[in-house]
């Protein structure tokens, strides 16, 4: 299956062509992903394809609507996931779980499976700096607590975003 997540990736990198900033993110969730499926229960296949895929509706959201706007991405998101899934012979299980946690990934509470809560915790460990301010470490151990839905996930954005590697 690790050549299909490959197949996964160029058909990703290829979507967004030269649009360097999507696939860099979409490249650092990924990883992100791949280090929590280390220590969290979750689906390989599920997680990885999602995490590579699951920004993969901002095109389509900017080209219609002019904003990429996260309820956008995962409206538009899940057909081009799928089609893509489809053609590189993913199974309907995998592309339909895929596809559910890209038309969720901005709406915790809609799927509540542990590769959502990766996908969740993994975009999360790559936006957290960009979306809060986190000069003040109490709020940000705060965000960090309410934010995250693993411990794995607390874990790494402790280390990430609190200096001296400060404990929630």
């Known amino acids: 299956m690790e050549e299909n997540l490959e197949q996964v990736k160029q058909a990703m990198m290829a979507y967004f062509g030269a649009d360097q900033r999507r696939i860099s993110h979409a490249l650092r969730v990924t990883g992100f992903a791949e280090v929590l499926l280390c220590k969290e229960p979750g689906v390989r296949d599920v997680v990885m394809a999602a995490a590579l895929l699951h920004d993969i509706g901002i095109r389509e959201a900017e080209r219609k609507f002019g904003s990429s706007a996260g309820n956008l991405q995962e409206q538009e998101g899940p057909p081009v996931a799928r089609e893509m899934l489809l053609s590189l012979g993913f ?58 839905l693993t411990e794995t996930g607390r874990s790494l954005a402790q280390r990430e975003y609190l200096p001296c590697g400060a404990t929630v």
């Open 91 to 148: 199974s309907l299980p995998v592309i339909d779980e895929v596809c559910q946690i890209i038309a969720s990934h901005h709406s915790p509470g809609e799927v509540d499976t542990d590769n959502f809560r990766i996908i969740w915790d993994a975009d999360w460990l790559v936006n957290l700096g960009d979306e809060f301010s986190l000069t003040d470490q109490e709020k940000t151990r705060e965000l960090i607590q309410r934010i995250f």
